[in-house]
């Protein structure tokens, strides 16, 4: 009897250990406003996606611009047309007050079987001026946060997609042109006085950072590698000329919009609308210099432009930065809080 009495106990506590330790699970689906899978008008595409907590234990889901869980234009789908062709990327690319969004807890929870919907018009984000049959897929890339330790995991959810018709609206994205000298919309003189500030101490992170890399000799250096990974020439180059390129912008040029007031966003562009910036709370709370410096986050929606080289987010926050460049080196190099900290170099690495 013991011996079957110890086999149920050890079985318990094993099955116990399981469930406690369960890995978190999420489903996400595409689907047109109130189910519906006929026509999608090019300039008002709405589709609806669900996140489902499929799991055993409650999540909070970290609102990164970047998922779908933000209804910000961002990057958040995979579109697709029957003869293989993707629709130009026309929404913004942000930076996000990664540590900040996580003390202040903007998290989405979902306890097991809990859904949560989001409408999105993927039109803003996305150019549709063409008719055809095109497949959604919403990206499936969620990042969960510790209630206790603040820790957080990134995980892939399972992803169903939508296939569904769309009437084009038949017109191109349009591009901006720049004006010979500094704009300030919805700014402030203090505020105005904070960007120049800004833009100066950019201009000044990007040359160095460019002289860096043009006279870089030793392929295990750290400032290079903790930001971008093993060397490699190819990738080198990327990055050199990302920062040659934002070092010769000329940011006494540009425009700057300081009515954004998202929470947790320090900027953002429209990658093809070079020259033209949107400030948000996160970037006035910022230092001038150091780590996510106001500085610093010039250069970060810099390097989003397409004419600049045309980073993405990947990861936010140096800790997911850091990992990026050790397990993915091809994409730290087209990762734009990489460069940010690579030119901030704070802490100071050589």
């Given at each position: 009897?013991?011996?079957?009495?110890?086999?149920?106990?050890?079985?318990?506590?094993?099955?116990?250990?399981?469930?406690?330790?369960?890995?978190?699970?999420?489903?996400?689906?595409?689907?047109?406003?109130?189910g519906s899978t006929k026509d999608l008008k090019g300039d008002a595409a709405r589709v609806v996606t669900t996140v489902t907590n499929t799991g055993d234990s409650p999540l909070d889901l970290l609102?990164?611009?970047?998922?779908?869980?933000?209804d910000l234009p961002t990057d958040a789908f995979e579109i697709i047309n029957l003869a293989g062709?993707?629709?130009?990327?026309?929404?913004?690319?942000?930076?996000?007050?990664?540590?900040?969004?996580?003390?202040?807890?903007?998290?989405?929870?979902?306890?097991?079987?809990?859904?949560?919907?989001?409408?999105?018009?993927?039109?803003?984000?996305?150019?549709?001026?063409?008719?055809?049959?095109?497949?959604?897929?919403?990206?499936?890339?969620?990042?969960v946060v510790d209630r206790v330790t603040k820790k957080v995991e990134v995980i892939k959810a399972d992803s169903k997609d939508l296939k569904v018709e769309i009437v084009g609206n038949g017109v191109a994205a349009s591009v901006s042109s720049l004006s010979r000298r500094a704009t300030f919309l919805n700014c402030t003189g203090e505020q105005s006085d904070f960007i120049t500030a800004a833009t100066t101490g950019a201009s000044t992170l990007a040359t160095e950072a460019a002289s860096?890399?043009?006279?870089?000799?030793?392929?295990?250096?750290?400032?290079?590698?903790?930001?971008?990974?093993?060397?490699?020439?190819?990738?080198?180059?990327?990055?050199?000329?990302?920062f040659d390129k934002i070092a010769a912008n000329n940011f006494e040029e540009f425009t700057f919009d300081c009515g954004c007031d998202k929470e947790n966003v320090f900027a953002y562009v429209y990658p093809d609308r070079f020259g033209e910036m949107w400030l948000c709370p996160a970037f006035?709370?910022?230092?001038?210099?150091?780590?996510?410096?106001?500085?610093?986050?010039?250069?970060?929606?810099?390097?989003?432009?397409?004419?600049?080289?045309?980073?993405?987010?990947?990861?936010?926050?140096?800790?997911?930065?850091?990992?990026l460049a050790k397990n993915d080196p091809d994409r730290a190099v087209y990762n734009a809080d990489s460069h940010e900290y690579f030119a901030e170099n704070n802490p100071v690495l050589v």
């Amino acid at each position: 009897m013991f011996p079957s009495l110890l086999k149920s106990t050890l079985l318990a506590i094993a099955l116990s250990s399981v469930t406690a330790f369960a890995a978190p699970s999420l489903s996400v689906e595409v689907k047109g406003v109130n189910g519906s899978t006929k026509d999608l008008k090019g300039d008002a595409a709405r589709v609806v996606t669900t996140v489902t907590n499929t799991g055993d234990s409650p999540l909070d889901l970290l609102n990164t611009p970047t998922s779908i869980l933000s209804d910000l234009p961002t990057d958040a789908f995979e579109i697709i047309n029957l003869a293989g062709g993707v629709p130009k990327f026309r929404g913004i690319a942000v930076k996000y007050a990664v540590n900040k969004a996580i003390e202040s807890g903007d998290v989405t929870t979902l306890a097991p079987g809990q859904s949560f919907n989001v409408i999105h018009d993927i039109a803003k984000a996305y150019n549709l001026a063409n008719t055809g049959q095109y497949t959604i897929k919403a990206k499936n890339t969620f990042v969960v946060v510790d209630r206790v330790t603040k820790k957080v995991e990134v995980i892939k959810a399972d992803s169903k997609d939508l296939k569904v018709e769309i009437v084009g609206n038949g017109v191109a994205a349009s591009v901006s042109s720049l004006s010979r000298r500094a704009t300030f919309l919805n700014c402030t003189g203090e505020q105005s006085d904070f960007i120049t500030a800004a833009t100066t101490g950019a201009s000044t992170l990007a040359t160095e950072a460019a002289s860096y890399l043009r006279a870089l000799d030793d392929v295990e250096a750290p400032r290079y590698t903790t930001w971008f990974g093993n060397y490699s020439e190819s990738r080198h180059d990327t990055v050199q000329g990302h920062f040659d390129k934002i070092a010769a912008n000329n940011f006494e040029e540009f425009t700057f919009d300081c009515g954004c007031d998202k929470e947790n966003v320090f900027a953002y562009v429209y990658p093809d609308r070079f020259g033209e910036m949107w400030l948000c709370p996160a970037f006035w709370a910022a230092p001038m210099n150091g780590t996510d410096s106001k500085s610093g986050t010039i250069v970060h929606e810099a390097s989003h432009y397409t004419a600049n080289g045309g980073t993405q987010d990947f990861a936010y926050g140096q800790g997911a930065a850091q990992e990026l460049a050790k397990n993915d080196p091809d994409r730290a190099v087209y990762n734009a809080d990489s460069h940010e900290y690579f030119a901030e170099n704070n802490p100071v690495l050589v």
